[in-house]
């Protein structure tokens, strides 16, 4: 069945420095992929997706892109700032078309430092 | 853009007693609802999907009478926790799609004592 695996947390670093947390997944056909943030005592937000190959996603300074070739969909930002700490996690759908489930990967717990 | 709302954010109930905590889509029609439950530091694991106006669909583990959904209207779906326990305390967070992507609400956070 379809998975999703992500770097394992949690991930603590400090104000403006780089930020990469990996996604692979294991899927049939075409998936749309996502990266969804957490907010302490808050639901899911989509911070940004992909829909097919080589499609970059981005939003807030956030970007991710769309690897067929290595099933992987890595989350990068070049300078984070405080505000960022959240839970991130990367899911796909199976389909590319509205009303689909998703499956997520295990969330990356993410704090940065001032 | 599209808001799904989710209530209550927070319920503490008695062991043995029923909590229903409701999901609407406040601007968009959803035919369809997931509703997913996430324990502390983990990921969402996906209890069923709700389809408007049929039973839901749940998945494997999950017990369909003691977690009701009702999907009544395009714009509402409930979910009722039964004879609470415990081990069902949980954030629970539904979530609803016009369109790809699906669109999150803020989840209720049950704990029973």
Redesign the interface.
């Known amino acids: 069945g379809d998975s999703v695996t992500q770097m394992e947390g949690p991930v603590t670093l400090s104000e403006e420095a780089f930020l990469t947390i990996n996604c692979t997944y294991t899927a049939t056909g075409y998936p749309?992929l996502?990266w969804?943030v957490q907010y302490p005592?808050?639901?899911?937000?989509?911070l940004l997706?992909a829909?097919k190959a080589d499609d970059k996603g981005s939003n807030k300074g956030f970007e991710a892109t769309y690897r067929k070739e290595t099933t992987s969909f890595h989350l990068e930002k070049g300078s984070v700032q405080v505000s960022d700490s959240a839970v991130y996690?990367c899911a796909l759908?199976a389909r590319?078309?509205?009303?689909?489930?998703?499956?997520?990967?295990?969330?990356t717990?993410l704090t940065i430092i001032p | 853009g599209a808001v799904v709302s989710?209530h209550p954010s927070w319920v503490i109930c008695k062991s043995g007693t029923s909590v229903k905590i409701e999901c609407r889509s406040l601007d968009f029609q959803a035919?369809?609802m997931?509703w997913y439950r996430q324990f502390p530091?983990?990921?969402?694991m996906?209890m069923a999907?709700s389809n408007e106006g049929s039973k839901a669909t749940y998945e494997q583990g999950v017990e369909k009478d003691k977690f009701l959904i009702n999907h009544a209207s395009l714009t509402l779906s409930t979910l009722t926790v039964t004879s609470a326990h415990p081990e069902d305390s949980s954030f629970y967070?539904c979530?609803a799609?016009?369109?790809?992507?699906?669109?999150?609400?803020?989840?209720t956070?049950l704990t029973v004592t």
């Open positions: 749309s996502f969804y005592g808050e639901g899911l937000q989509l997706k829909t996690f759908s590319n078309f509205g009303n689909e489930k998703l499956t997520f990967g295990t969330g717990r | 989710q035919t369809t997931f530091k983990q990921s969402l996906l999907t967070i979530s799609s016009d369109l790809e992507p699906l669109h999150f609400g803020n989840g956070r």
